[in-house]
């Protein structure tokens, strides 16, 4: 299994990028998909997830109504649009299988997770 996780860079504030997360190995329908990023110095934190229905659950009030997560089913892609940039959203992006269909509670991270793709820097600053 491997994720590829692509799109991320340098953007100014308020700018826009879209992060992709394509999949190879197994079949991203089955399963709940989820974009964590993690900052210097900081945890890694959930920001949305994907459930194989198509619902999402968003894990970060700071991002609600500026990002949205969505899925290609014939791409075996997952896709986070990311708006409004803010230099408080400079981390690495990282895209992950969880164990199931739908998204989950992540008070259990690690264990909730299949499988993580390699990250991607995004870096907000002017």
């Known amino acids: 299994v491997q994720l590829q996780a692509s799109g991320g860079g340098l953007v100014q504030p308020g700018g826009s990028l879209r992060l992709s997360c394509a999949a190879s190995g197994i079949a991203f329908y089955f399963y709940g998909i989820v974009w964590f990023r993690q900052a210097p110095g900081k945890a890694r934190e959930g920001v949305l997830c994907i459930s194989n229905s198509g619902g999402t659950t968003s894990y970060s009030d700071s991002v609600k109504g500026r990002f949205a997560i969505s899925r290609d089913t014939a791409k075996n892609t997952v896709y986070l649009q990311m708006n409004s940039l803010k230099p408080e959203d400079t981390a690495v992006y990282y895209c992950?299988?969880?164990?199931?269909?739908?998204?989950?509670?992540?008070?259990?991270?690690?264990?909730?997770?299949?499988?993580w793709g390699q990250g991607t820097q995004v870096t907000v600053s002017s």
């Open positions: 992950a299988v969880v164990y199931g269909s739908r998204c989950p509670d992540l008070s259990n991270l690690p264990g909730v997770v299949n499988y």
